[in-house]
């Protein structure tokens, strides 16, 4: 019973404050399998495999000292017991805020004990095939709301105030006299130090030495930290600290740099000989120096990873094995009927015929080493319905375009003419019959594109006359007085910033200002569910490539992974240190790929809530992300105008696209994923030939264990064409199955 | 760069007098200075906090543009009440009131009587969002439809046929730029680097009537061999030396003026590179200006307004396309000084050599022509008071002497001091002297008139714009006196200023032109129907009587078909013109009637069409 409690505590508290997030890996609380249809689900084998030990200790005395806090003593006890936690121990380290414990908890228990709380929360008795997937808490310690007087207080040891300028400029003098092949790396440190510095003058009421300080040196800052600086400008007093974000991440997360091992024993030598220990005390409290061993590496090696708010990603980070390949197709016989020629013939155009091989023969293949097992995660059956509809995009991929730089796609863009309320989101179905837009007055509207009109299902009463034997049964649900083109939802009590499909047409998904995110039916166009627990504005969303589960992510920094069947978060992705912005599912529905105002993109496992890659690199907000069909690489857009590219397994990223000249609010790669086209709100869509940007990379040895990465700088050369719309922000992309590419957005009459 | 930063980011604080104001304002009297400071400095702090939230807001609804709303999303997140009633789609204006020594800013709400609201008709409903599909792109090229952006811009256009090295953007290239874009391949494969996608010419800009049309042209010009160049807008102007010089040959002036006025629609064409064509477009344009004969009865038919049309466009090319590299206008000025001094030159060439010259401007005018005034003079002299050699040679130096008259009468105002002594002009200038005199007198008084606004004058200023049709059905018979020609009626040349005050002036005809423009744009498609039938066998033409009613027929069979086809493919439109080329015989009806109103017109329109921004979701949103 008290389990139960502590569950709904934490959720409480969870919700009420937002997560102020710790650690990356944080806790790994995975559960074991209930009775499910998928008998064999790989839950139980998965340990927090990635995940230090000792930070799971920490995590567990942090709730540990939550509990003792709340007097939930049974709690304490029975949490004690499970872990094999010695209360001195908690004590120790409970003391010794840093932790650096023995290591001996047994992960395994801990989690078994965690997701016994979530199983009685959630108390499910589920239809569907999954096990009771658990809450995996952000860092539960941090919850606690951390007193912002005990993270500051590390800035409570004081030198001289005047000196400061006199240490920075000290090392500034230091640096640019180095060898050139160090400056780069060394001056990395510059920002830093100057915004902890600058911190700390703050923290201790030295008004007027901050502001010279500020004055002096935020000059010299790269000019990718604008953003950041603008906001520390601001800040000029102790009391403005508080609640501060931006500050708060600057504590909280260690500012990661990676340097090489020379430039870091000139560093330290050039500290110790100065006695300079007012920077030596700030680079080891704030800063996580990354060394390793080789080649310093140049400027702009350095300048594309950087830029993120909390430095590069931890070389470990991206160690994790993905399993990035896609999952084996379930085996569907495709009646061969002679429909197709028919089609073909109604076609009229002479298409290139596509070879047999690419469409049915791929799918008897072995399956992809790196694919994840087929019930890695335990995914929906298919209906029959599903398996139509499969049928259908078979038979549909075999009359696709084979894009390349020499066969373009055509475009065909959908304009939203009068959209005063603003178009916030627009998504498409697969089969592109369907375009739903979500508008700033709050509502959403969901068009047909093809000639089919939308009905809705008929009245209980009326559904009872009918004859639910008969053949066409599906057709006589359906209430033709309501056909229509377009269909309004109401529901949403701010702007919808985010929409998408269901894969099997049936649902959609739309996420608000309000916190909610609402799963409408399209049968009876009308709500299902609210989906409350951001309680801050809920920036994207979308639907797994399998359906049942979806993702979301918003203001409160967290993305969140869902089941249409529960109104609680199955997962909890936390890390991130500003806003999520867009969040997207692997093909293989394993992972989940979210991108954030703190400039970075992470990687998620479904399977454990494990953040598996960091991907740095982008100097601005990132508002839009793609995977390619193979899911091998991933496409991110952001406010700088760039499409950067990545590798997932190696964690890399490849490619870096020039040429948007405003924020790319949508990617979409081809079917095939010969080609990516990148939608901005400088009224263009850019294609870009992706392949050659994949096959260009060189992904050496030396790359792979240390992560430098030398970008060709030939985004000109893989564009493939620019298409400018008159006065049209391109806010989505979409490729039909037959490799068309649909775009959309909102016209815009100033 | 460092400096600019630092001005950027330094922290601004609002001023305390405004603290002050607001405490004011909710019934604080007096507020210490330490806590306004304490305030101020606080307030600073929470607004920039808000202002970055809303920020947030502004980006994830995809705009450029904060609006209240942003900002009231995110007191929400701070917890905050957001503010009420300051809704606002558009800019706020900032604005002061100084009352007691302070500056204030104020939100400006008038107050607003509630009988008035509701007396007043309700507004129309605001259109519901609706959907439109349109092609950005075929296969990889942009269809150059109105929901598009016009195809290239300029800039564009001339880094491609500048810089043909310069990796050409697949997508932007234009069928026109292929030549040089070839050479660029050719040298590009040396460097076996560049490779050039050489795209299969798509024809998919061009409609199947729009290629029917120029294959048919480009067959009655210049044979078969040439109806592939037809394949690109730009390409017209190849077409253009090759009618021009067919239609000096055959003396068919409709067809001329129409050419002329194409050209004249090309170079208002603001997206257009037409620099690449000048080479073509110049000779044609000299050639409607100086030919001998241009008419096949030159004593009867107006081609005196052609080339006086056909040398403003060639004074609006220079002034618009002349560089340094060119040279254009030199090299036009010499070959006109060369006929002009040449004795042997005809009349009409002398006319369009003068007419050239005088187009380029006031200092041209005052070097090349009014020292040649006296000469001038005694030929004139020859031929008037000479015997009579024949009636054209007569015109002709009537003309020319009108001309020299009319132009060199604003010069002579403007450089020569007063008083007007006829003698002293007679000995200036000879022959001329005495009527220059009387026109300098008159110019002068009419600049005093015109209260000193007139930048160039034209005697033929008077002729209001809607008498031009009228007067033109009225028959050939007015050629003798140098009437207002067909080719004013789109008197839009760049140096013609609208003269405002002139209480003898028409009003400027901006609103009637566009009516007018756009019935008639309409129109035109449909003449190319009726046209391209006539060359199957049955002449429309020849249907219509010469007379001056003959203009209804063919109006009212144009506006019957304004739907025929839809204005989306303006290109058609200069198409029209050079059609009756075949039908040598008819074109002295042709000449009369058909260019009246109509054409010019619709050629205006084309180029309107081509111009106007976002026709479809204009006409949805108002």
């Known amino acids: 019973m008290a389990a139960v409690q502590d569950g709904q505590m934490e959720l409480d508290a969870e919700k009420e404050t937002k997560p102020e997030i710790l650690s990356d890996g944080t806790s790994n609380l995975s559960g074991n399998t209930a009775s499910g249809t998928l008998s064999s689900s790989p839950l139980t084998a998965a340990p927090a495999g990635g995940a230090p030990k000792m930070e799971d200790q920490q995590t567990l005395i942090a709730v540990l000292q939550f509990l003792k806090r709340n007097k939930l003593t049974d709690s304490v006890e029975i949490l004690r017991r499970e872990a094999g936690l010695g209360e001195d121990q908690e004590d120790s380290q409970a003391t010794d805020g840093s932790g650096g414990g023995k290591g001996d908890v047994d992960g395994g228990d801990a989690n078994s004990l965690l997701s016994r709380v979530s199983i009685t929360s959630a108390a499910a008795p589920q239809s569907m095939c999954d096990s009771p997937l658990m809450f995996m808490l952000s860092a539960a310690g941090a919850d606690d709301q951390p007193d912002v007087s005990v993270v500051l207080s590390a800035y409570s040891q004081q030198g001289d105030p005047s000196l400061y300028q006199v240490y920075y400029s000290g090392l500034k003098n230091f640096i640019e006299s180095v060898l050139d092949c160090h400056r780069a790396e060394l001056s990395q440190l510059f920002y830093p130090l100057f915004v902890h510095m600058y911190l700390e003058l703050v923290y201790n009421n030295h008004e007027n030495e901050a502001k010279a300080f500020f004055e002096k040196f935020s000059g010299d800052q790269e000019c990718y930290y604008q953003d950041d600086l603008r906001v520390l400008c601001g800040l000029t007093k102790k009391e403005h600290l508080k609640g501060n974000e931006v500050l708060l991440d600057f504590r909280t997360s260690r500012f990661v740099l990676r340097i090489s091992r020379d430039s870091y024993q000139l560093l330290k030598r050039h500290l110790q000989e100065r006695h300079n220990n007012q920077i030596w005390n700030i680079i080891q409290e704030h800063l996580y120096i990354d060394i390793f061993d080789g080649m310093p590496r140049s400027k702009s090696q350095i300048d594309s990873m950087s830029g993120s708010l909390a430095g590069e990603g931890k070389r470990e980070v991206n160690k994790a094995k993905v399993f990035h390949g896609l999952l084996k197709e379930p085996e569907i016989e495709v009646p061969l009927d002679d429909e197709d020629d028919e089609a073909e013939n109604e076609e009229g155009k002479p298409k290139k015929k596509k070879t047999k091989k690419d469409s049915l023969g791929s799918k008897s293949k072995k399956q992809d080493p790196n694919a994840p097992q087929q019930n890695r995660i335990p995914l929906p059956e298919l209906k029959d319905s599903d398996k139509l509809d499969k049928i259908m995009y078979m038979k549909e991929s075999t009359k696709r375009i084979r894009l390349g730089p020499e066969n373009l796609p055509s475009i065909c863009f959908y304009t939203f003419l009068n959209a005063y309320q603003g178009l916030t989101a627009v998504d498409f179905t697969d089969d592109s019959s369907l375009l739903a837009g979500g508008f700033a007055d709050s509502t959403v509207r969901v068009w047909s594109v093809t000639p089919k009109k939308l009905r809705k299902v008929k009245s209980a009463a009326d559904l009872n006359m009918i004859d639910k034997e008969s053949d066409d049964v599906l057709e006589r649900i359906m209430d033709e007085k309501t056909a229509s083109e377009s269909k309004i939802l109401y529901g949403h009590s701010g702007p919808v910033y985010g929409v998408s499909f269901s894969p099997d047409r049936n649902y959609l998904l739309s996420s608000s200002e309000d916190g909610t995110v609402r799963l409408w039916s399209l049968l009876t166009f009308t709500c299902l569910v609210g989906y409350k627990g951001h309680n801050y504005p809920v920036w994207d969303t979308q639907f797994s490539p399998f359906g049942y589960y979806f993702v979301s992510g918003g203001h409160d920094r967290v993305a969140r992974l869902w089941a249409t069947d529960h109104y609680q978060p199955l997962r909890i992705f936390a890390g991130h240190l500003a806003d999520v912005t867009c969040t997207r599912f692997h093909p293989n529905s394993n992972y989940v790929a979210t991108g954030s105002t703190d400039r970075t993109i992470r990687l998620w496992d479904v399977l454990n809530g494990n953040c598996v890659r960091i991907f740095t690199g982008h100097k601005g907000p990132i508002h839009s992300l793609a995977f390619s069909p193979n899911g091998k690489f991933l496409a991110s857009g952001s406010t700088d105008g760039r499409v950067l590219l990545w590798d997932i397994g190696h964690g890399l990223m490849i490619g870096e696209l020039k040429g948007h000249t405003d924020t790319i609010y949508s990617l979409k790669f081809s079917r095939d994923g010969e080609i990516l086209a990148s939608g901005s709100m400088d009224n263009t869509v850019r294609l870009w030939n992706s392949m050659k940007a994949f096959d260009e990379v060189e992904t050496d040895d030396f790359t792979a264990t240390t992560g430098h990465i030398h970008l060709p700088d030939n985004s000109q050369e893989l564009l493939l064409g620019t298409y400018h719309s008159k006065s049209t922000p391109v806010t989505h992309l979409h490729f039909t199955r037959r490799n068309l590419l649909l775009a959309a957005g909102a016209y815009n009459s100033q | ?622």
């Open chain 2, 1 to 622: 760069m460092a400096e600019e930063r630092r001005q950027k980011l330094c922290s601004v604080i609002l001023p305390t007098e405004s603290m002050k104001a607001m405490a004011e304002s909710v019934g604080v009297g007096s507020l210490q200075e330490d806590s306004c400071l304490a305030l101020s400095e606080e307030v600073s702090y929470r607004i920039k906090e808000i202002a970055q939230d809303a920020l947030k807001f502004m980006h994830h609804g995809k705009r450029r543009k904060l609006t209240t709303g942003d900002i009231d999303h995110a007191l929400k997140l701070k917890n905050v009440e957001p503010l009420y009633g300051f809704q606002s789609q558009e800019f706020i204006p900032f604005r002061f009131a100084s009352g007691g020594g302070r500056e204030l800013h104020f939100y400006e709400e008038k107050e607003v009587d509630l009988s008035d609201i509701i007396n007043t008709p309700l507004p129309r409903v605001p259109l519901d969002v609706s959907l439109k599909a349109h092609w950005l792109s075929i296969d990889g090229v942009q269809p150059a439809i109105p929901e598009n952006p016009p195809p290239v811009p300029k800039e564009q256009q001339k880094t491609d046929s500048t810089e043909p090295l310069k990796a050409v953007k697949p997508g932007q290239e234009e069928e026109g730029s292929i030549q040089t874009k070839g050479q660029g391949a050719s040298s590009a494969e040396v460097k076996g680097k560049e490779k050039m996608r050489m795209k299969p010419r798509s024809t998919h800009e061009l409609s199947v009537e729009q290629q029917l049309y120029y294959k048919e042209i480009t067959e009655a010009c210049v044979g078969s061999c040439e109806a592939k160049r037809a394949v690109c807008v730009c390409n017209k102007c190849y077409l253009f030396l090759f009618q021009v010089r067919v239609n000096v040959v055959q003396n068919n002036l409709a067809l001329l003026i129409y050419l002329m006025r194409m050209v004249k629609a090309l170079m208002d064409n603001p997206t257009l590179y037409l620099e690449k064509y000048l080479h073509e477009l110049i000779p044609a344009v000299v050639t409607c200006i100086v030919s001998k004969q241009l008419c096949l009865r030159p004593d009867v038919d107006n081609h005196w307004a052609l080339r006086d049309f056909a040398a403003r466009l060639m004074a609006q090319s220079c002034k618009t396309f002349s560089t340094t590299t060119n040279n254009i206008q030199s090299r036009i000025t010499k070959t006109f000084t060369k006929a002009l001094l040449d004795d042997k030159t005809q009349w009409t060439t002398r006319y369009g050599c003068i007419a050239g010259l005088a187009e380029l401007g006031h200092d041209v005018i005052k070097t090349l022509i009014i020292p040649r005034l006296s000469v001038e003079g005694a030929r004139i002299k020859a031929v008037m008071d000479g015997p009579v050699v024949s009636n054209i040679d007569k015109i002709g130096a009537d003309h020319v002497q009108s001309l020299l008259l009319k132009h060199c009468a604003s010069v002579v105002a403007k450089t020569r001091p007063l008083p007007d002594m006829v003698d002293q002009y007679k000995v200036d200038y000879g022959y001329l002297g005495t009527m220059l005199c009387s026109h300098v007198v008159k110019a002068r008084a009419q600049a005093a008139f015109q209260a000193q606004t007139v930048n160039r004058t034209t005697l033929t200023i008077t002729q209001p714009r809607p008498t031009l049709s009228v007067s033109q059905s009225g028959l050939s018979t007015s050629s003798g006196s140098r009437a207002p020609s067909i080719i004013k009626v789109p008197s839009s040349l760049t140096l013609m200023s609208t003269r405002p005050g002139t209480p003898t002036q028409p009003s400027p005809p901006a609103t009637k032109y566009i009516v007018m423009a756009t019935s008639a744009g309409a129109a035109s498609t449909q003449q190319v129907i009726t046209l391209s039938s006539s060359q199957s066998g049955s002449p429309v033409t020849s249907t219509v009587p010469s007379t001056p009613t003959s203009l209804q027929p063919l109006v009212k069979l144009e506006s019957g078909n304004t739907g025929a086809v839809s204005g989306s493919r303006p290109l058609q439109k200069y198409i029209v013109v050079s059609l009756p080329s075949s039908s040598s015989s008819l074109e002295n009806k042709s000449s009369s009637v058909l260019p009246s109103s109509t054409s010019p017109i619709s050629m205006e329109s084309a180029v309107k069409l081509e111009r106007s921004e976002s026709p479809a979701a204009n006409t949805q949103s108002h």
